[in-house]
């Protein structure tokens, strides 16, 4: 990735809108806009860094759009660099055509995430800063927008940090060991050494305690409906989003395939899947549609179960009492509109699961219903405002073998089996613990990381 050279983009999304940003920055970012804008007669070279300039953008004295300008000079700027942000009206043409001209200056058009790329070679931004920014601009929730703020403030870096500067403080004893063996480890630099590895260890463990449930609420948690045909499910999913998303009819078997989208309740983020009846068919295209039931089913976090309380249990709904996990699933007794309050007479076989009695149709009960989701999901807790939480799967591999090899430092370091093996894993705590930072992680991770941005971020 070059960093000598100017890059451009458009930094807002492509759609009309009221402002629209394009983002320039390198070394030559204020020469390449200074000719295509006119304003107060001072030059953009000479304004002061950080000041909105208001004018226009020409194309050879052809007016294109009236603009306002700021110049933000190295160091003082997203990326380091010299940066110069367009901001003129929302419009792709409008846009486009900016951006253009900036390009024929001599600009290279960015790439996905180059930006914010820049910033972290240049040491504005550690990766979980940068991983924090890509969270909050994709985040789905409340509470999945508060901790990647928190890692963008640098809270996660911090706590990493603190762990290294423990697992340095005892690296440099065990390396001062094995520099000068005639001195020897006293036994009680071994005893502070035991103390501080058990510090080490109990902090990591505390980040990794949370980091199954921070993945959850960053990524939302996946909730499968499920249940045999027309009990349901589809005008469920639709009285959730509070939208007609899925087609409901009376024809058995209408939905065939898994259908996916998001609802915030109480500031947490929930994928609901609504799947195909699950029944016996020969129909090959049903048949493939409770083939990826089953799947979405086994791989959600949470599943709701939904069976009509208004007729007895089928053999497939007894089916798929006897196949769920009780401990992440709700059984939802559908279509109250038609019982009255009253449960249903079989309500005996599932009275030890956690149930609902609603009508999809109506609405009646799905506020108990998003209540008990909501309880169900956070039994893993929320974060705290002075929680620090890992939220992401890469995160939480790095940490992980970062605590092994602190385990058996601590079991070499115990047992007296060599300073030479107790600083080879002492080193790959390290390495494992710069991975989550950046510092020591390999290129092509860092490549993907950054793929996944948008151009002009």
Known sequence: MRLDDTIAAIATPLQPSGLGVIRVSGTQAVEFVEPLFKGTGRSLKKVETHKLLYGWIHDEGELLDKVLIVVMRAPHSYTTEDVVEIQCHGSPLVLRAILDLVLKQGARLAEAGEFTQRAFLHGRLDLTQVEAVADLIHATSEVGAKLAAQQLHGKLFQAIDAVKKQVVSIASLIEASIEFPEEGLEFTQREDCLQRLDRARADLEDLLSNAEQGRRIREGFAVALIGRPNVGKSSLLNTLLREQRAIVTTIPGTTRDSIEESVQIKGVAFRLTDTAGIRKTEDLIETEGIRRTKIVR????????????????????????????EERTI??????????????????????????????????????????????????????????????????????????ALQKAREILENSDGEEFLAVDLRSCLNALGEIVGETTPDDLLGQIFSEFCIGK
């Open 298 to 325: 086994d791989k959600a976090d949470l599943v709701l179960l939904i069976l009509d309380a208004s007729e007895k249990l089928a053999e497939e709904d007894l089916e798929l009492i006897r196949d769920v996990e």
């Open 331 to 404: 059984v939802v007794l559908n279509k109250k509109d038609r019982t009255g309050a009253n449960l249903p007479e079989w309500y005996e076989i599932i009275s030890k699961m956690e149930s609902v009695l609603i009508s999809a149709k109506s609405g009646d009960g799905c506020d108990d219903l998003e209540s008990c989701l909501f309880a169900k999901a956070t039994q893993g807790g929320l974060p705290q405002q002075d929680e620090i939480w890992i939220t992401n799967r890469r995160q939480q591999q790095a940490a992980k073998h970062g605590l092994v």
